[in-house]
């Protein structure tokens, strides 16, 4: 888990600095475009290929051998200015790597006796994984605006692609019916949750990712501007503090509940942004270092509620659907459009070399936005008094 969340963490901040430094920062919205495509694509190739055909240790140690090979080749298309190259290799990459995200989830899942208590314990390596890569590819070899951090990303999935051979055998489990693109979208989970506030839920969760894509794709461009070093250890703090929020959400969410808990959640994102836009002008530190920590509250009080609140609302049989179809929704379509979005207003409001009072504009659109969506959420969402539907499946 540590390995996993340290190929991503190595690359995905830094890359936007890289591209600005050889003179693509024009393209930037598609670096972060990638992602999303991928996030569309794996849930076809987890429930229709890998979770029915092959082990899951082969299925891992395959993908990440090919990503690590793509990313390593990466650099040589960016040091010929070639960016539609430079592009495609990011997508193979995140296509290879995004599958993994949940086939190391179901491969902990398969060798654990108790996965509430003995999970989370795993799982916290993976942000623990992306606080170091963000460490060493920031602090300790200041390489923001290199290919180092490629490098580093490409050798770890090469790394974790040989050990991931090393892990427990996991065959793929007695499959029932052939799985259709409805199933496999999840689309099946909304004849069952087809209710008011769940629509409501993720109408908000579709549009609160497009801002979010903001923050990922140019926060660390933004961080450089600004005068501070080390822009991703700067934006490490985000997953310091996801890590804090995580271990206090009991304490918060039985005090608060799931609307209040969302809205905490996306008014945390909208403070962020107004952070930026009012801290741009003049670069002042504290703000901008306040609205990066703030991402352990954005992500874990609205992402990690919304999971729970999909999973007490959804019946066993249409759970993992439900999930599925929720990340499709956020770091799928919500994310796609957002690069896009983010890419198309900081190409014309910014740009290379802008000054820092265009960053207060850029930055103040997305905090326009995420209220916007808050009032929306607050007004129309009203949280169902539904116990958690726990049915025992067929095999006990």
């Not at 055909?53 to 051998?65: C, D, K």
């Not at 390489?143 to 040989?162: C, E, K, Q, R």
């Not at 509620?305 to 929720?326: E, H, W």
Request: proline fraction near 5%.
């Amino acid at each position: 888990m540590f390995l996993e969340f340290f190929v991503w963490g190595a690359w995905y901040v830094t890359v936007g600095n890289y591209m600005a430094a050889i003179d693509m920062a024009s393209q930037i919205h598609w670096a972060y475009t990638v992602s999303p495509i991928a996030g569309i694509v794996s849930p076809f190739f987890l429930g229709m290929i890998a979770d029915r055909y092959f082990a899951t240790e082969r299925v891992l140690g395959t993908l990440h051998l090919l990503g690590g090979v793509t990313m390593l080749v990466a650099p040589l298309a960016a040091g010929s200015r070639s960016s539609g190259w430079f592009i495609a290799l990011l997508l193979v990459h995140m296509l290879c790597y995004m599958p993994t995200l949940g086939l190391t989830n179901s491969l902990a899942f398969r060798h654990i006796a108790d996965q509430e208590k003995e999970f989370p314990l795993i799982r916290v390596f993976g942000t623990v994984g992306w606080i170091t890569a963000n460490i060493v590819v920031s602090a300790v070899l200041q390489a923001d605006a290199t290919a180092i951090p490629l490098y580093v990303a490409g050798v770890s999935a090469v790394v974790l692609g040989l050990y991931s051979f090393t892990l427990p055998h996991t065959p793929p489990l007695p499959q029932g019916d052939v799985p259709t693109l409805r199933t496999t979208l999840g689309l099946d989970a909304l004849d069952e949750l087809r209710s008011g506030p769940f629509v409501i839920f993720i109408v908000s969760s579709l549009l609160i990712c497009i801002p979010l894509a903001a923050y990922y794709s140019y926060a660390p461009v933004f961080v450089r501007a600004s005068g501070l070093s080390d822009p991703a250890f700067k934006m490490s703090f985000g997953q310091m503090s996801e890590v804090l929020f995580m271990v206090a959400m009991p304490f918060f969410f039985a005090r608060l509940g799931v609307k209040w808990m969302l809205t905490v959640g996306m008014a945390a994102w909208a403070l962020r942004y107004v952070l930026f836009a009012v801290a741009a002008p003049t670069g002042t530190a504290w703000m901008i270092l306040l609205g990066i920590a703030l991402h352990g509250i954005c992500y874990d009080f609205f992402f990690v509620t919304g999971q729970i609140y999909v999973d007490r609302n959804a019946s066993a049989r249409i759970r993992a659907q439900a999930q599925g179809f929720l990340v499709l929704v956020t770091y799928g379509v919500g994310m796609l459009i957002g690069a896009q979005v983010s890419g198309g207003v900081w190409n014309r409001v910014v740009t290379e070399g802008g000054s820092l009072e265009r960053w207060q504009t850029f930055w103040a659109l997305p905090a326009a936005f995420a209220i916007a969506i808050l009032l929306f959420f607050m007004a129309a969402f009203r949280e169902r008094s539904r116990a958690p539907v726990r049915e025992v499946d067929a095999r006990g």
